[in-house]
């Protein structure tokens, strides 16, 4: 047969990584480091899947990758590093699973299955031998190509005789640009949007997390398949927005809602799914669910949908915003005659003494935004409203909730007017 009808040569920008010390560390905690390492494969999942690349190969404790572009490739690595060095942080330091990672260019042979071959994919690998643990280093032929166009710092190690590869490799360490604060460029003094997003389609999942990141107010939080490497993706610490399908291949994505609405009262919630059914709907708002949308109206309008979202608003897509209409409109009004009877005559009005109200130990502040909250009001307007940030009027909130112990706005409001708040 011949080779063409089988194979074809690409140019490729080729991630190569692996954990440094894994042999140790499973010596000192086997389960542990498992646990890390599949974590540390879905952050490269997400990143790669984010930046246009493909996954080669995750064998053992090696992630092998291809980019169309240089600038692709390494602004997924600093994306990687960075993620992993911020989840292991409460992690002691010689108990942390850290990745080097090399990048090249070059020509490789690709197959029909997407496997790839050639000297490309052997300098990636051992530019990753040559980074250090949490480092990256990259080839001169990426370094000319990415310089001007990443957030990076570049230092030349010179050029280095690697095995298997008959010419000496100049090679250069790659280091995220950072300020006097600590901060990246241009995001000092800011704080970016963490999102997390649970599809188990493959496709629409590297599309929703290309949305993401091409957005600079949204950090990808986590890119998950399943319910189970949602919960380890939560297990410390939540994202700012949570989007989830419900059809999951282990799972309900509502368990994950009420789960993540219950632990983090502050993370807006939105669901993506195929179900528009009104027993779909009602148990996602239940467990917490800020938001309802329908997959066909995706993904092109997803930043709006969750920067709507972030501003206090509920993004529903509109078939669903009439099926509730049409449920609450055939609905009798709850308690109506019940309300009417107790009603008190004019005599019993007039002398009957006001009965105090429990204020739920909100302070004249919390109360005023949960006021606004019960009109309507966005956060984003409630934070104009009172001349406060954003930031400010989240905090608010999430002690609302949790002094009223509820996990969305729509609780928020049925609680405080059950106990007379907004009648005050």
């Not at 610490?237 to 609405?261: H, R």
Request: aromatic share 4%; hydrophobic share 45%.
């Amino acid at each position: 047969m011949n080779a063409q009808t089988w194979s074809r040569d690409r140019l490729l920008a080729i991630l190569a990584a692996d954990a440094a010390g894994y042999s140790r560390l499973m010596s000192l905690d086997g389960h542990g480091t498992v646990t890390a390492l599949d974590a540390a494969r879905e952050v490269f999942r997400a990143h790669i899947a984010a930046h246009a690349g493909r996954v080669i190969d995750m064998a053992g404790d090696s992630v092998l990758a291809v980019f169309e572009t240089a600038a692709a490739a390494a602004n997924a690595a600093l994306a990687v590093q960075g993620r992993l060095a911020g989840s292991a942080s409460g992690t002691p330091e010689d108990r942390r699973l850290r990745f080097r990672i090399g990048i090249h260019v070059g020509d490789v042979i690709e197959k029909p299955d997407g496997t790839v071959y050639g000297d490309g994919v052997n300098i990636a690998a051992r530019l990753e031998s040559l980074a250090e643990p949490g480092g990256i280093t990259v080839s001169q032929a990426v370094h000319g190509m990415v310089a001007r166009r990443v957030d990076a710092a570049f230092e030349d190690i010179g050029e280095q005789t690697v095995k298997n590869i008959a010419q000496p490799v100049r090679v250069y360490r790659m280091r995220p640009v950072e300020t006097r604060s600590g901060q990246p460029t241009g995001q000092e003094g800011q704080s970016k949007t963490t999102v997390m997003v649970v599809e188990d389609d493959p496709g629409l999942l590297s599309r929703f997390c290309k949305i993401v990141v091409s957005a600079p107010e949204f950090e990808l939080f986590a890119a998950v398949g399943n319910l189970a490497a949602a919960r380890h993706a939560i297990a410390h610490k939540a994202p700012d927005v949570l989007i989830t399908d419900l059809g999951l291949p282990d799972g309900s994505g509502i368990e994950l809602i009420a789960e993540t609405a219950r632990r983090y009262p502050a993370t807006n919630i939105m669901v993506i799914t195929m179900f528009g059914d009104e027993q779909h709907v009602l148990a996602s708002i239940e467990a917490g669910a800020t938001g309802y949308v329908i997959k066909d109206s995706l993904p092109e309008e997803m930043l709006a949908l969750i920067r709507q979202l972030i501003a206090g608003g509920s993004p529903i897509s509109p078939v669903i915003a009439r099926q509730l209409l049409k449920r609450f409109k055939a609905a009798p009004e709850p308690g109506a005659q019940a309300a009417q009877a107790a009603q008190p005559t004019q005599s019993t009005q007039s002398t009957q003494p006001a009965q105090p109200v429990d204020d739920a130990g909100l302070s004249p502040r919390e109360s005023e935004v949960l006021s606004l909250i019960a009109k309507g009001f966005s956060f984003g307007e409630i934070a104009r409203l009172l001349a406060v940030s954003p930031h400010t009027i989240t905090a608010h909130v999430k002690k609302i909730y949790q002094k009223l112990a509820v996990h969305s706005r729509g609780e928020a409001v049925y609680e405080a007017d059950k106990m007379g708040l907004l009648r005050r």
